[in-house]
């Protein structure tokens, strides 16, 4: 069943029609300069070839940008019944961003193609300091319907619910509260319950959006030796006060005493402002979370790969030497328009993050950089689509999933006979005591 979708107004401050015009029985074609410096085609799938009701998809997406430009700034995204971003990747001559795409939902939707302006270099920028902006949006509302032969494939997540988006708040009647425009939810679940959300102090967070077959696997048995550790800037700090929030709701009876925070700004020098009761307590992690968005020196692509890859491989595997206690690497979540570290002169780029995209080819299987212990979570579904705007809200849904990777990771240690306890690890029948809490001194070691 179709929903009723009404077209779904932007904040444009100009607005620039998009001509649809009708390409045989397969696609409708429309074009539109982005600036003098690049324009937009895209190829939507038809439904049928009477209307211009579109497929879910995929759909077909190519920017073309000037050579004299860089280091192009901008986003491609769809908006309406649901909110998704267009991942476009330059193509080896840099002429072309190419990317296919599908919509989350059926619908209502309008393109929202912004364009920041271009620069020779990468520089350090904010939203307040960019260009204006300039929005295109289309001429009508494209009204997508779904396809049996759609595959879902996209949104499988080993731990996750599948079939997620940033779907419109509309439907969703809670008398109780003002709802953002979107909310992370399961595709088939767009009337949840009053008892599905959990609330942050800032954000409405649906549980079942992060909610797999697993659920929360055995979250609720994390000992008290079982340490959780938070380690990253200012947005890993907000993802932490989101997961305390939450953990009041979901888990009560987990006590806050066993989720730290770590502060660090730099993969050479994270422990500049510890103290050492700060740098003995870090041993003591059984997990450990690594989020870093705000550095304090801009890296190239290969310098932030040496780092990344020797902080992780080298410094945390010795601060925490057991090799079944997990490392999670967290993608970056600063928005692309306003990235400043990670760009090589000649590689290919993506609208992604620069280091999103080296963090990528770093956790590729083949590429076989760590130790199987160490993970990747990818949550550049939540964050792409959204920026300016709602960053708490994708602040909180990753604190959401916090919970199901560190339940998975107390499952597989029950499995195998593992807990933590006060005087040592038990494992297997055996108890292998508490090694001495010695600060780890070798962060500046090459």
Known sequence: ???????????A???????????????????????????????????????????????????????SCTYPRFSVRVMGDALS?????????????????ELPISGSYLLDARWYGCAVRPATVSFASLVEPIYFQSE???????????????????????????????????GDSKLPPYIWMKVRDVMPGPSTFVRTSTSLVHQGSALGPGGYYRFGEVGNYELVCFMGGQTMQKIWRAFLDMRG???????PFKFHYYD?????????????????????????????????????????????????????????PDKSFPIWVFSVNEPPMIATNC?????????????????????????????????????????????????????????????????????????????????GLHRNGSVEPNFELVPYDGWRNV
Request: glycine share 4%; hydrophobic share 35%; net charge positive.
């Open 343 to 423: 760009f090589h002169p000649t590689l290919p780029r993506t609208t992604d993050h620069p280091c999103n995209d080296v963090l990528k080819e770093l956790f590729r299987p083949e590429a076989d950089t760590f130790h199987e212990r160490i993970h990747f979570l990818d949550n550049t579904d939540l964050s792409l689509p959204q920026f300016e705007t709602n960053q708490e809200d994708v602040f909180a849904n990753i604190a959401l999933r916090v919970f199901v990777v560190v339940g998975k990771g107390v499952s597989v240690w029950r499995h195998m006979g593992q807990s933590g306890k006060e005087n």
């Open 85 to 101: 971003h267009v991942l476009l990747k330059q193509s080896p001559d840099k002429k072309e961003w190419q990317g296919l795409f």
């Open 1 to 11: 069943m179709i929903p009723n979708a009404k077209t779904l107004a932007t904040s």
């Open 140 to 174: 009508d509302s494209l009204h997508a319907i779904d396809s049996t032969t759609r595959e879902q494939s996209d949104y499988a997540r080993q731990l996750f619910a599948n079939g997620t988006a940033w779907l419109s708040s509309r439907s969703i009647q809670r």
């Open 13 to 67: 401050t100009s607005t620039v029609a998009l001509p649809l015009n009708v390409d045989g029985h397969n696609h409708i074609i429309f074009t539109q300069r982005l600036s003098s410096h690049a324009a937009i085609q895209v190829h939507l799938s038809r439904a049928d070839t009477k209307t211009k009701k579109v497929l879910l998809g995929p759909h077909f997406m190519v920017v073309t940008v000037a050579p």
């Open 249 to 255: 709701q979901l888990f009560a009876y987990q006590r």
């Open 264 to 320: 660090i700004h730099s993969f050479t020098s994270p422990d500049a402002h510890w103290d050492d009761d700060t740098r003995r307590r870090l041993r003591k992690c059984k997990h450990i979370l690594l989020s870093l968005d705000d550095f304090n020196q801009m890296l190239s692509r290969q310098e932030y790969a040496k780092q990344v890859t020797r902080f992780v491989n080298v410094h945390l595997q010795n601060v925490m």
